[in-house]
């Protein structure tokens, strides 16, 4: 086994080659090129690391800058501070008892914020919610940041996003949100933030982490993840947006990324219905020429959902989002597999598909007369990413998808380079193209991490995630992911339908 891995490795290093002395051939050489077929079965310890030494190879060499970069980047509008604590331990130091698990789309009270914890906790998923009560979330919000071990971070997906994208020093970045001095002595140097940005208290986030196998009365996790709960006026409302609009005009980004439509959800109908129509017509007043990114996250309400789709996402050129949110796509617009409760274990890949391909053909520009931007979803699960891409908006795509799994590894256990004793391989070695027919089997090669097939004009790019066996941090993973794989992306020049 070792010697097959090695030699993959010097494929990998070859094929390597290739890319970075013609970076054209990076779309179309997966589809020519026939690595060695690997062991598909389950492995013993002894050979067990092959796999992950091999991935994690032919992503070093593979992994290539595209031709054309971003230069400036502008995002916004959710940034806050996160009071990062153990959920269990915070809700026994709140005096309260395990119980059972029930969702709440908007949280009252002690008794409902453990409710949902134990609910998703259960399930080992994400997710956010609005605490109403003002008085009780901030005694909560004392306790959580006197609680032992708590620790304060950058928070927000458009601050993390803006986080990640000034590691690299060649790319400038505006933050447009609610910063307060907290927020703002914590961000990175490179970020620029207007003046009309900056406001004298910081917004805070719980954030309640449970790791893996974690037990609490007769729930026990199934995989680490967290609950993030607040009370969040500034970002529940998106005041920041025509803000952030309105600097662009000065900033003249090239890559544009929004985030924090969610928090709305909280704020009751009549509030999200008016505050999305402005939302729209703010967005709309971008420049066409720019790409927008919109990163979605978690959410209960499916008219609100089903608006978001109707509105938002014709008119955004990208979307990033996980597993829970994709399904609630297709739940709350009807589409396939509205009938899933839940994901059992590894979402099906095929089920994935279909649903990603769905957004595009409804929503998105997978038909040439369609007048919708939606040109490519960024999808992302603990076990493998897909990229789904509209043919001819998108370049760099297999080395994007690359990008963001190996961050999602690096990131998760704290760590610059992946060290394969702290790394499983949990994706599916071999999956199908669809759930329904026709279907195509398909294979995970290690020397060749990206899977590559098509539906229509629809290209798809899958790669595993070498997942962290004990992961240090869990929040903030889907927004570097999503950073990451819009740094590797290279929007293509348009010719006029």
């Known amino acids: 086994m070792w010697r097959k891995a090695s030699a993959a490795a010097l494929l990998?290093?070859?094929?390597?080659?290739?890319?970075?002395?013609?970076?054209?051939?990076?779309?179309?050489?997966?589809?020519?090129?026939?690595?060695?077929?690997?062991?598909?079965?389950?492995?013993?310890?002894?050979?067990?690391?092959?796999?992950?030494?091999?991935?994690?190879?032919?992503?070093?060499?593979?992994?290539?800058?595209p031709t054309r970069q971003w230069s400036k980047v502008a995002v916004g509008v959710n940034a806050c501070v996160d009071v990062v604590v153990s959920g269990v331990g915070l809700l026994q130091a709140l005096a309260v008892d395990p119980g059972t698990g029930l969702d709440?789309?908007?949280?009252?009270?002690?008794?409902?914020?453990?409710?949902?914890?134990?609910?998703?906790?259960?399930?080992?998923?994400?997710a956010e919610r609005f605490f109403s009560d003002k008085e009780v979330f901030h005694r909560i919000a004392r306790a959580a940041a006197e609680y032992p071990g708590a620790k304060l971070y950058v928070g927000g997906n458009a601050a993390l996003i803006g986080q990640k994208l000034a590691t690299y020093s060649d790319l400038m970045v505006l933050l447009c949100?609610?910063?307060?001095?907290?927020?703002?002595?914590?961000?990175?140097?490179?970020i620029v933030v207007p003046p009309d940005s900056l406001q004298e208290t910081d917004e805070y986030h719980?954030?309640?982490?449970?790791k893996a196998g974690e037990q609490w009365g007769s729930t026990q996790a199934p995989q680490a993840n967290r609950f993030i709960f607040s009370h969040d006026v500034s970002n529940g409302e998106m005041s920041?947006?025509?803000?952030?609009v309105a600097s662009l005009d000065e900033f003249q980004p090239d890559l544009v990324v929004l985030s924090g439509l969610h928090m709305m959800e909280g704020q009751g109908r009549q509030l999200w219905e008016e505050r999305l129509k402005e939302a729209v017509a703010a967005i709309s007043d971008i420049r066409k020429e720019v790409p927008i990114h919109l990163e979605l996250a978690s959410?209960?309400?499916?008219?609100?959902?089903?608006?978001?789709?109707?509105?938002?996402?014709?008119?955004?050129?990208?979307?990033?989002l996980n597993e829970q949110e994709l399904l609630f796509l297709a739940q709350a617009g009807e589409g396939p597999h509205a009938d899933l409760a839940s994901w059992k274990g590894v979402p099906d890949v095929g089920?994935?598909?279909?649903?990603?391909?769905?957004?595009?053909?409804q929503h998105g520009r997978s038909d040439p007369s369609s007048e919708a931007d939606l040109t490519r979803i960024h999808f992302h699960t603990l076990a493998y990413h897909i990229l789904a891409t509209v043919d001819g908006f998108w370049g760099n795509q297999a080395a994007a998808v690359m990008a963001g799994a190996r961050v999602a590894s690096t990131q998760a256990c704290g760590l610059q380079t992946i060290d394969i004793s702290k790394v499983e391989l949990k994706a599916p070695v071999e999956f199908h193209s669809s759930h329904g027919e026709p279907k195509v089997k398909l294979s995970l090669n290690p020397a060749d991490p990206v899977t590559m097939w098509r539906r229509g004009n629809v290209t798809f790019h899958l790669t595993p995630v070498l997942v962290c066996k004990q992961p240090l941090r869990t929040v903030g993973l889907g927004d570097a992911i999503s950073a990451e794989g819009l740094v590797y992306s290279e929007l293509k020049p348009q010719q006029p339908f």
Request: no cysteine; net charge negative.
């Open 12 to 65: 990998a290093l070859a094929v390597g080659y290739f890319y970075h002395t013609n970076p054209d051939l990076q779309e179309q050489i997966l589809q020519y090129v026939t690595l060695p077929t690997f062991q598909t079965a389950p492995q013993s310890q002894s050979d067990g690391p092959a796999f992950e030494q091999v991935i994690s190879a032919a992503w070093e060499t593979l992994i290539t800058m």
């Open 177 to 190: 949100g609610p910063v307060g001095p907290k927020l703002h002595e914590m961000l990175d140097e490179q």
């Open 206 to 210: 719980l954030i309640l982490e449970y």
């Open 104 to 126: 709440h789309e908007v949280l009252h009270s002690k008794e409902d914020l453990k409710e949902a914890f134990i609910h998703y906790m259960e399930r080992g998923a994400a």
């Open 299 to 320: 959410m209960t309400d499916k008219d609100y959902m089903n608006s978001i789709m109707q509105e938002v996402m014709p008119i955004v050129s990208s979307i990033g």
């Open 240 to 244: 920041s947006l025509e803000t952030f």
């Open 351 to 361: 089920r994935v598909s279909d649903i990603l391909l769905w957004i595009l053909e």
